[in-house]
């Protein structure tokens, strides 16, 4: 009669320590809900933007050309060494405005995640320089 009790005891302590694992717990679920909630805002609006900027007269990439966003001029890039750029956005829609020293400045319309190919133009070529000293 003891050994049954035994067996019995063992059994209702395994379904007992069975049951409390998997019965989630409230710290379990406020963790999932953040998680899930990390997710979805990563995910939200994630435009991604790349492009080159060349000149437009030889068509040779422009390092270190500047591309920012028209609504907020705090977010923004340069170009690399091969003339490209990448930004990553919240906004689906907008402008970007490209500028680099001695070029005109372009505004470009985007609308979603692409590519963009940007030709800038020379403001003023100087023909002749006069040092007087």
């Keep these: 009669m003891k050994n049954k009790n035994a067996n019995f005891n063992g059994l209702k302590n395994i379904q007992t320590q069975t049951l409390i694992m998997h019965k989630p717990t409230t710290q379990f679920k406020f963790v999932l809900v953040i998680a899930c909630w990390c997710i979805a805002f990563q995910l939200h609006a994630q435009t991604i933007i790349t492009g ?21 001029p705090s977010v923004g890039t340069s170009t690399d060494l091969d003339g490209a750029f990448t930004l990553s956005l ?44």
Aim: charged letters at 15%; proline letters at 0%.
């Design 52 to 72: 080159v900027v060349r000149d437009s007269s030889t068509n040779e990439t422009l390092i270190g050309a500047n591309v920012r966003l028209v609504s907020d």
């Design 90 to 133: 919240q906004a689906s829609s907008g402008a970007l405005k490209i500028s680099f020293v001695g070029y005109n400045e372009q505004t470009i319309s985007f609308n979603g995640s692409g590519t963009l190919n940007v030709l800038l133009s020379s403001e003023h070529i100087l023909e002749e320089i006069v040092v007087v000293g």
